[in-house]
């Protein structure tokens, strides 16, 4: 089978905390963590509650470009996993087991896998998160931000491309005979009445779906069976008709038609965080392009990068590691050259924020745009990319909703 191949995050992108009322911020740029960020780690903020998250943002954004990370880099991440195979979103001491207090997720876990299977090494890390992960399978063949939560689309989808980053069939990867698909489908709006065609995060008390912006990108990548990097394809799909989703893949269709026709007038989502309405939100518009571009909209994927290329470098510097990483992805899925972004090198920019790689191309060697690789090998890869993040992700409500899988409902 053809595949267009890609290493990266599926579904969820970090954008967090917040910094003003126009411009999402991560705690990267935090000026006092109130732990010591250790040897290995991307960012100088706290990475309490997104460690894990921003570093496998990061490695997965190198790779995707041809650098060759740090070892130690690598290696922080993989010392991150507990015995059972889960990933929190950051452990501070790892000489010591983890125990009841450490908080493991869905999230930080499928990341992890995504970027550890980008970088090579390590192989019993990835095999080990994907058990756990399977272990912890709803009964509706999603899952949700911690085990046993209720199932949400951007944790599905995350998911969904750590499965396909093993080469592992997510359709196959069922409980009680749902598969992550069949819980995706379970979030899609239908296509009449407002929000149509989206998806949302989760049902809300009385089983109602509400659109989200958020869950609709991550959704698409996931409904797509796709990692977080979309390689851009010269494939074009004009029509923005939603039809009775039959399938997964249908669904994610009506979701990038959804997002198209959000974005048609300014080109960028807008903050859903109170105050800011009216506010871009750049990481949810990065996370959009990669979605729009995985659906085959192009146009419309280019449309939003360029307005990304011309406004969203600032926010990258005020929130850090995973910003770039997603206009790393968002300019490779809107067929720009991550090495000339808006005037900069992302990678140099990114690169800057850890750790020395221990290989960097110059700007002309490697890999500077999302060109289309096909294979004939049934390996299980998928086809194109997003989380991310990626994914992998939308406005955040303060400290304790830092991952974009853990984003807020609408």
Known sequence: MNVRRSAAVLAATAVIGTATPAMAADPSTSPSPSVAIPDGLYGAGDPTYDGVWRQSLTLMAQTEQSVDPADKAVDWLAGQQCANGAFPAFRADTTKACDAKVMVDTNSTAAAVQALAATGGHEDVPRKAVAWLKSVQNKDGGWGYTAGGASDANSTSVVIGALTAVGQQAAKVQK??????????DLALPCTGTGAGAFA??????????ANADATAAAVL???????????????RASQSCE????SEQAAHNGASYLAKTMAKDKYLKSALPGAEDQPDYGNTADAVVALSAADFHAEATASVHWLEANALKWAAQTGPAAYAQLVFAAQAGGLNP?????????????ATGPTPEHVPGPKEGRATGATESDDSDDGLSVAWTVGGGLLLGALIGFALMLRGRKRRQ
């Open 339 to 351: 090495r000339e972004f808006g005037g900069k090198d992302l990678i140099v920019l990114l690169n």
């Open 244 to 247: 009775k989703p039959g399938d």
């Open 176 to 185: 009680n005979g749902k598969s992550p698909y069949d819980a995706l489908l």
């Open 201 to 210: 995060y989760q049902p809300d008390k009385k089983g109602g779906l509400t």
């Open 222 to 236: 996931g409904g797509l069976g796709e990692q977080q990097t979309n390689v851009h394809s010269d494939d074009d």
